[in-house]
């Protein structure tokens, strides 16, 4: 049973920007329970282990990673039960399979994820 559903990844140019989307079932979260968890963007490029980037707290203050601040924004909409993740000037390197979740994040939630890949 997916919990979270992951979109918007895809080819993009070094120094493009793209938008990600992360979709909660409001069957298990509900509007409620959603809106007082922190939130995370996760990704892990092949061979690597999966990193948080990018968290949300439920008052909307958000912490990134050294390497994306300033490039990302994560973003919140708790009536929709969604999340979003705002990337601009992207690196080759930042080539990975994005993924939310919650923080710290429970593994029955991982998604599939989107794959993001950063090249010309």
């Known amino acids: 049973q997916v919990q979270l559903v992951e979109s918007g990844g895809g080819l993009v140019h070094p120094g493009g920007s793209q938008r990600l989307s992360c979709a909660a079932s409001?069957?298990?979260?509900?509007?409620?329970?959603?809106?007082?968890?922190?939130l995370g963007w996760y990704r892990q490029a092949p061979g690597n282990q999966r990193e948080l980037v990018a968290a949300?707290?439920?008052?909307?203050?958000?912490n990134y990673t050294d390497s994306v601040e300033g490039r990302f924004t994560i973003s919140r909409d708790n009536a929709n039960t969604m999340v979003y993740l705002q990337k601009k000037n992207l690196k080759p390197e930042e080539t990975a399979g994005y993924y939310c979740?919650?923080?710290?994040?429970?593994?029955?939630?991982w998604g599939q994820g989107t794959q993001v890949t950063v090249s010309s």
């Open positions: 979740n919650t923080i710290p994040y429970t593994d029955p939630y």
């Open positions: 949300i707290s439920p008052d909307g203050s958000t």
């Open positions: 409001r069957n298990i979260f509900g509007i409620t329970v959603f809106s007082i968890k922190d």
